[in-house]
């Protein structure tokens, strides 16, 4: 939203006030209260008919301050709001001191925001920990680094429609208010996250509404819209409220962000770095971290796709056909038409093509053609089925202002919406996935809730504001699923598989990234996006392998299974059409056929699984995303990882360059060290650097990081769970004696103990190892 007309005008439409001067400073208990008025102070006189912004800055955690300003404080603050700290409030270390030019300063731990001391001044300026070339460069002992800054009209308020007369605010019926914030951008500087975007990596110059929508991977919409941004200048900023945010990244003011929201109120969290490690262990430390998955997901999940036509006989000879290609199928999901049509979501099993669904599920388990079982469900409850009366009449349903249940036609016939604020409503929806975990099924894919009606809707609470519950109905609605997952068999034990999110969704994992086209366009959108969504604090995340629109040439195909397979989740998923590889290719059976390259995928992620479970643990820890991980975490110092989003790191040690052309032909970068190939050794390149390789339909840009120790398994093991720490292959490249270490973990996700590389060459702490494990030097048996 733009409230300017370039650099001089008001945009059309709009009374825009802002923060001019900071006029009064007061200490609060933790940190400082700012009275700003609208226009400079210079006589008694000027503090009348004069609105005001007040500005509250506060410590809120070490290297976190909050920042809050409020045009009328009478204002009703509904909910829902932000589940903040959900881990407990750690104690913050914060003082408020003056410095000898008069400035007032904030610090919280290595963050500080200073207050101008000047003469009638509006300059606020964050800054936080030096890094080691700031301190080499300013040998002050309090050296610090400059972040972002609050200047010359910056802060305000704004009016829609514009007034003619400050008499007409005092009906406010037919008026909308904005608080608006405007940080700013440095020479080069580059913005990134807010969600699962599907456009540019860097977001300068764009226009950001936060408002979760159904509209694919190939628009400005998103599914998962995240209020947090980070800056390649080493801080990120979280927007603290779920209703629509907008954004102008560099897009009304070219050096500044603004984000607006309707209302009295906006808050922010600046946090520091130095680091993107840093600020997203931060960013996590407030908005939640990632529960551990199991070793079970993390294999291939075979789904019947959308629409497709199914029935026991249909599943069993997809199982089938996949164990005799080669390939192993962990999780078996049913789609959508597990139910009869016009009745989702009423948890039944449509039993004209399902006549005994826990024999069947039982059967496959027990035949291993796959170990665990998902099934599609969504928030929506269609009237036709056996779900609605007793949610309707029971009051668990949202409903209009006059006392009707909220319906319309739109995806199911006279559909309805849980009401997730009702208590007895959530208790009701756990009992329904009760009864399918009774059936045998493990796991669950919330689909949908993005469609969140906000007019004419009554919540249960009644203390939440309709425009707030829109994002935020996508926190509850996974967080209700999540727990009864979690209840019934354990917190390491629950998944999802969501689509909508918000900010905090991240604790209820996992997440894929919605209906993209069958194209190599489509492929390079899913990456942009799991690359976004990673600079939110999402562990794990997954999509569509071969697209889920339209049908997959069989060239992209085994292209989208080679990235797909290198995400921390895979599946198989498609609209009308299937995704098992006989049906891609007419059922080629040639070395680069689809069956043969998906079995080549599965084996690799299969003896990767010691490394990737490892990784896994750690990515929960510090905030951190598994795969599609960007460049620049790993390597911030390089300017080029900051607009990198064609390639990601799996985990620490491993960069994937996926193929985008069917020549093969894909160009990539390597940063500064030695990279070898994990498919063949003896290709080893020196970064930084640009490198174009050609790749058959087996290979693809699969590098290992200098002073790197992978753990693989077995060769030949079939599924992803088994003994991590037996058999298995220590392979160590480029080792760095003192530096070079690796995780060892079980297949419970314990942690067992740390293989280093000693200062003699050997591997110190191989005790944990079982059986016959084997140790190679720069190269891997893969």
């Not at 293989?755 to 893969?782: H, N, R, Y």
Request: net charge negative; charged share 20%.
């Amino acid at each position: 939203m733009k409230f300017r007309d370039g650099m001089w005008m008001t945009a059309e439409g709009f009374n825009v006030e802002y923060a001019e001067e900071v006029y009064d400073i007061t200490q609060t208990g933790r940190g400082i209260s700012l009275l700003c008025p609208t226009r400079k102070i210079y006589t008694r006189g000027n503090t009348l008919n004069t609105s005001t912004v007040t500005i509250d800055i506060e410590a809120a955690a070490e290297g976190i301050i909050s920042v809050e300003t409020t045009h009328w404080a009478g204002a009703q603050n509904k909910g829902p709001h932000f589940d903040l700290f959900p881990a407990g409030k750690p104690p913050v270390d914060s003082a408020v001191t003056k410095s000898d030019a008069g400035d007032t300063i904030l610090t919280s731990g290595s963050l500080s925001a200073v207050v101008s001391g000047g003469e009638h001044p509006f300059d606020i300026r964050f800054r936080g920990a030096a890094t080691a070339a700031s301190s080499s460069s300013s040998p002050n002992a309090n050296a610090s680094r400059p972040l972002t800054a609050l200047l010359s009209r910056s802060v305000g308020l704004a009016y829609s429609p514009s007034w003619s007369n400050p008499l007409q605010t005092g009906d406010m019926r037919d008026f909308k208010h904005y608080m608006f914030a405007q940080t700013q951008l440095a020479v080069g500087e580059t913005v990134h996250g807010l969600g699962e975007r599907f456009g540019a990596f860097n977001k300068v110059g764009q226009a950001v509404s936060l408002w979760n929508a159904d509209g694919g991977t190939s628009s400005d919409q998103a599914y998962k819209n995240v209020s947090f941004w980070l800056s390649s200048r080493g801080y990120g900023i979280f927007i603290d409220n779920p209703g629509r945010v907008e954004l102008e990244v560099g897009s009304e003011r070219c050096t500044r962000v603004q984000a607006s929201v309707e209302g009295q109120r906006l808050k922010w969290f600046i946090i520091d770095g130095p680091t993107p490690r840093d600020v997203l262990r931060r960013y996590t430390l407030l908005t939640g971290r990632a529960a551990a998955v199991p070793a079970w997901s993390f294999g291939l999940w075979l789904s019947t796709s959308f629409t497709t036509n199914y029935d026991e006989a249909t599943v069993r000879a997809f199982l089938e056909g996949m164990r005799e290609r080669g390939t192993q199928v962990d999780v078996f999901h049913y789609d959508c038409f597990w139910m009869k049509g016009f009745r989702w979501t009423d948890f039944v099993f449509d039993s004209e093509r399902f006549p005994d669904p826990k024999g069947q599920i039982a059967r496959l388990k027990e035949s291993r053609l796959v170990s665990k079982v998902c099934v599609w469900i969504n928030p929506y409850i269609a009237q036709h089925g056996a779900a609605f009366r007793e949610a309707a009449e029971k009051g668990y349903l949202v409903k209009r202002r006059n006392g009707d249940v909220w319906q319309w036609d739109l995806w199911q016939a006279g559909m309805a919406l849980v009401d997730f604020t009702n208590p007895a409503a959530c208790t009701w929806y756990a009992s329904c996935l009760g009864a399918l975990f009774d059936q045998g099924v493990d796991a669950i894919k919330t689909d949908f809730g993005e469609r969140i009606p906000t007019l004419d809707v009554a919540w249960h609470d009644a203390s939440v504001d309709p425009h707030r519950m829109h994002n935020y109905y996508a926190f509850l609605y996974n967080k209700v699923v999540y727990d009864a997952l979690a209840a019934r068999y354990g917190p390491g034990e629950a998944v999802l598989f969501a689509r909508s999110a918000c900010a905090g969704t991240q604790r209820f994992p996992l997440v894929w990234g919605g209906d993209c086209e069958s194209t190599p366009e489509a492929m390079a959108e899913s990456i942009r996006g799991g690359l976004g969504l990673g600079l939110c604090g999402f562990s794990f995340w997954s999509n569509d392998i071969g697209g889920f629109e339209g049908n997959p040439a069989p060239w992209i195909y085994k292209r989208w299974v080679a990235f797909g397979l290198l995400c921390s989740h895979s599946r198989l998923h498609g609209s009308s059409s299937y995704r098992v590889p006989w049906t891609i290719d007419g059922d080629d059976r040639s070395p680069q056929g689809c069956s043969a390259v998906l079995a080549r995928w599965t084996a690799l992620k299969t003896r990767l699984m010691p490394y990737l479970f490892a990784q896994a643990a750690e990515s929960v820890q510090a905030g951190l995303p598994l795969s599609v991980r960007a460049m620049c975490i790993e390597f911030p110092g390089d300017p080029t990882c900051w607009y990198l989003d064609r390639q990601f790191m799996v985990g620490e040690s491993l960069l994937a360059a996926p193929v985008f052309e069917e020549s093969g032909e894909v160009q990539f970068y390597l940063p500064e060290g030695r990279w070898t190939s994990l498919l063949d050794s003896v290709v080893v390149k020196q970064g930084p650097g640009w490198f174009t390789e050609t790749h058959d339909f087996a290979s693809m840009p699969l590098y290992v990081r200098e002073g790197s120790i992978l753990l693989l398994g077995k060769a030949g093991i079939k599924g992803v769970v088994y003994d991590y720490e037996t058999d298995v292959e220590v392979c160590v490249f480029a080792g760095k004696p003192g530096v070079s270490a690796a995780a060892v973990v079980d297949k419970t996700g314990k942690k067992l103990g740390t293989i280093t590389l000693g200062e003699d060459g050997e591997l110190a702490g191989t005790e944990v190892l079982q059986g016959e494990w084997s140790k190679s030097v720069d190269k891997c048996s893969v």
